[in-house]
């Protein structure tokens, strides 16, 4: 019994005594050789909410963790009550997956897991917001896994889940094509919708298969079509995050070529001669040229796969500005804000808001000003240029 005690302290004591949340540099979140991430997605009940993690680490090497959960009331929160403690190895290509199950608070609070990295004692945080009215109240499963992404494939079926299996689920589905964000200069950005026009509606029983959906777009699944509760995914083509069509092109390139440029490479369509004639133009040297396409859609790949909502992700605020200026060297989270720091040449703080709806309530929105325009020209410039 001794021993086991002297174990259970010993890990324990190996992780961090409690620290506010607002005080941490969340950078990690946004970079793709992170040591570890961890995704959580609350779904709520009646009565309770479940929340679904998904971790995953880019290491080709077994890496071991030590997990603490624990219960905080707010990110200025310094004490907390733990929930667990757990131990996993992972290796990339191969995720932990798992589930937690709250009753329904009467207040928000915040779910936090602090994982530590044995082998070099590096810890890192990951949080997710409890709270009642969560609108999420289902979700879809393939092969018996929950679906972490927010997109999925045309081509492929997955397993509806609501609140209880045979309840009709009623989808709408949208083909709405969303505008690029606005530059982070302008006076307002883009409103977020309320409300969609629908394209199309069907219904599932829960429980039952859906899929192949032929058709790309938004589909908000709900049981309740008057309320404000759902789930919603985009349907993608493979090889969504990554296009492999010049035409997908033209979209994401528009946050650094003029609109002339961007009309001819329309005019290109699936032409490869014409389109690389047209970056050519730009860069002004054919290496350059390649490294100007690869390293552009190299973020614009990582926007689609980590910040697609209701849209694309290279069409949110979070991806425009990932894809302009690169992953943040700091980032501070409190309730419902997001900034983004970055220090060297570029010296710029961003503010996010979070404006979520029932068709994706995590969305956050960029407060614009015109203090950003000149680093924005500086930056696309740099882009032009092929200097990142």
């Given at each position: 019994?001794?021993?086991?005690f002297?174990?259970?302290?010993?890990?324990?004591?190996?992780?961090?005594?409690?620290q506010?949340?607002?005080?941490?540099?969340?950078?990690?979140?946004?970079n793709?050789?992170?040591?570890?991430?961890?995704?959580?997605?609350?779904?709520?009940?009646?009565?309770?909410?479940?929340?679904?993690?998904?971790?995953?680490?880019?290491?080709?090497?077994?890496?071991?963790?030590?997990?603490?959960?624990?219960?905080r009331?707010?990110?200025?929160?310094?004490?907390?009550?733990?929930?667990?403690?757990?131990?996993?190895?992972?290796?990339?290509?191969?995720?932990?997956?798992?589930?937690?199950?709250?009753?329904?608070?009467?207040?928000?609070?915040?779910?936090?897991?602090?994982?530590?990295?044995?082998?070099?004692?590096?810890?890192?945080?990951?949080?997710?917001?409890?709270?009642?009215?969560?609108p999420?109240?289902?979700?879809?499963?393939?092969?018996?896994?929950?679906?972490?992404?927010?997109?999925?494939?045309?081509?492929?079926?997955?397993?509806?889940?609501?609140?209880?299996?045979?309840?009709?689920?009623?989808?709408?589905?949208?083909?709405e094509?969303?505008?690029?964000p606005?530059?982070?200069?302008?006076?307002?950005?883009?409103?977020?919708?309320?409300?969609?026009?629908?394209?199309?509606?069907?219904?599932?029983?829960?429980?039952?298969?859906?899929?192949?959906?032929?058709?790309?777009?938004?589909?908000?699944?709900?049981?309740?079509?008057?309320?404000?509760?759902?789930?919603?995914?985009?349907?993608?083509?493979?090889?969504?995050?990554?296009?492999?069509k010049?035409?997908?092109?033209?979209?994401?390139?528009?946050?650094?070529?003029?609109?002339?440029?961007?009309?001819?490479?329309?005019?290109?369509?699936?032409?490869?001669?014409?389109?690389?004639?047209?970056?050519?133009?730009?860069?002004?040297?054919?290496?350059?040229a390649?490294?100007?396409?690869?390293?552009?859609?190299?973020?614009?790949?990582?926007?689609?796969?980590?910040?697609?909502?209701?849209?694309?992700?290279?069409?949110?605020?979070?991806?425009?500005m990932?894809?302009?200026?690169?992953?943040?060297d700091?980032?501070?989270?409190?309730?419902?804000?997001?900034?983004?720091?970055?220090?060297?040449?570029?010296?710029?703080e961003?503010?996010?808001?979070?404006?979520?709806s029932?068709?994706?309530?995590?969305?956050?929105?960029?407060?614009?000003?015109?203090?950003?325009?000149?680093?924005w020209?500086?930056?696309?410039?740099?882009?032009?240029?092929?200097?990142?």
């Amino acid at each position: 019994m001794k021993y086991v005690f002297a174990l259970i302290a010993s890990f324990i004591f190996t992780f961090s005594f409690p620290q506010a949340m607002i005080d941490n540099n969340f950078n990690y979140l946004y970079n793709s050789r992170s040591d570890i991430l961890i995704t959580m997605r609350p779904v709520v009940s009646k009565d309770s909410i479940t929340v679904f993690y998904f971790a995953k680490t880019e290491k080709g090497n077994p890496t071991t963790y030590l997990l603490k959960w624990e219960k905080r009331n707010s990110y200025t929160d310094s004490t907390s009550t733990v929930i667990s403690y757990d131990t996993l190895s992972l290796v990339n290509n191969k995720p932990w997956i798992g589930q937690w199950k709250f009753s329904k608070p009467d207040s928000a609070w915040l779910l936090v897991v602090e994982a530590k990295i044995v082998n070099s004692g590096k810890r890192v945080f990951f949080i997710q917001l409890i709270e009642p009215n969560y609108p999420v109240n289902g979700y879809l499963k393939k092969e018996n896994e929950v679906q972490f992404n927010q997109f999925v494939y045309s081509n492929e079926q997955y397993l509806v889940n609501g609140s209880k299996p045979g309840k009709p689920i009623f989808f709408t589905y949208y083909k709405e094509k969303f505008q690029r964000p606005l530059p982070p200069f302008a006076e307002t950005g883009l409103n977020v919708p309320e409300f969609l026009l629908p394209d199309s509606t069907f219904t599932v029983p829960g429980g039952k298969i859906i899929g192949p959906l032929k058709r790309e777009g938004l589909y908000l699944a709900q049981e309740d079509t008057l309320s404000n509760m759902g789930f919603s995914f985009l349907v993608k083509n493979f090889p969504f995050p990554k296009y492999n069509k010049l035409a997908e092109l033209k979209d994401p390139l528009l946050f650094v070529t003029t609109q002339n440029e961007n009309d001819q490479i329309e005019q290109s369509g699936e032409n490869k001669v014409k389109f690389d004639k047209i970056i050519l133009e730009i860069t002004e040297d054919k290496e350059l040229a390649q490294k100007f396409i690869r390293n552009y859609f190299r973020r614009v790949e990582y926007a689609n796969n980590v910040f697609s909502s209701f849209k694309e992700g290279w069409q949110t605020d979070k991806g425009m500005m990932y894809i302009i200026y690169g992953p943040p060297d700091e980032v501070k989270l409190s309730e419902g804000r997001e900034i983004w720091k970055y220090f060297g040449s570029i010296r710029e703080e961003f503010y996010f808001v979070k404006t979520g709806s029932v068709y994706y309530p995590e969305n956050y929105v960029l407060i614009r000003d015109t203090k950003y325009k000149a680093s924005w020209y500086s930056t696309v410039d740099l882009w032009r240029k092929s200097r990142f």
